[in-house]
């Protein structure tokens, strides 16, 4: 079976921190994809990135960092100097190979971030 | 902006009544999916549809029912409701009917069985 595993529920730091939430996934496939979304207090859900499981280069864009370990099977998320419009809810999500487009999510690391 | 439409927005009910929600993917996308968002369950996937036919279930429970119409517009029916079915019901789309497209998540149906 299929797991993501968020531990962090919640997470506060003040502006301009860096903040790091953990993704630990389990799948005995060989072939997946694992994603990050945001979902802001306004509801929406919002895609941020996109790994295959052949691709473990980190990642980079703007202020946001992945960190992919097949090792460990972690798939980490950094904001560095953290915003207050960073303030949201976050999710890692898998999908496997031959399970159509099934996303299955993690709990979510709330992440506030304070002025 | 994602591009992905739901209607309602919101919906309060009673239980025992049945409901639809509808969604219309983004131009083009050909993979409609339905999550169910609760503060127990977290984001639990309901089922895909590609193209007009079921392309993947999850743990959707026998009173709902989901379907995709010729247009690709794709209408979640959620009946005999309980206390338990108020969550935030999503739809998402995806160009293709695997993991190669991200999903892109709609506004969501915010649903309130009283």
């Known amino acids: 079976a299929q797991k993501v595993t968020q531990a962090q529920t919640e997470i506060s730091v003040v502006e301009k921190e860096d903040v790091t939430l953990d993704c630990v996934y389990e799948t005995r496939d060989t072939t997946y994809y694992l994603f990050w979304y945001k979902q802001p207090p306004s509801g929406e859900l919002v895609f941020l990135i996109r790994?295959?499981?052949?691709?473990?280069q980190n990642e980079i864009s703007g202020r946001y960092s992945w960190n992919f370990q097949k090792s460990t099977s972690s798939f980490n998320f950094t904001i560095t100097a953290s915003q207050v419009v960073d303030s949201a809810v976050y999710f890692c999500a898998l999908i496997v190979y031959n399970q159509g487009g099934k996303l299955i999510f993690g709990q979510g690391t709330e992440l506030s971030v304070k002025p | 902006d994602s591009g992905v439409t739901q209607t309602p927005k919101h919906l309060i009910t009673a239980t025992g009544q049945r409901v639809t929600l509808r969604c219309s993917p983004r131009s083009g996308d050909l993979s409609v999916y339905w999550y169910q968002q609760s503060l127990d369950q977290g984001l639990q996937f309901l089922i895909q549809?590609?193209?007009?036919?079921?392309?993947a279930k999850g743990n959707i429970l026998e009173r709902f029912s989901a379907q995709q119409f010729p247009d690709l517009h794709s209408e979640l029916n959620l009946s005999s409701l309980e206390l338990g079915d108020s969550a935030l019901y999503f739809c998402a789309s995806s160009a293709d009917r695997g993991p190669y497209n991200e999903q892109f998540f709609g506004p969501g149906t915010r649903l309130t069985v009283l």
């Open positions: 549809y590609y193209n007009g036919e079921e392309r």
């Open positions: 790994r295959n499981s052949f691709d473990e």
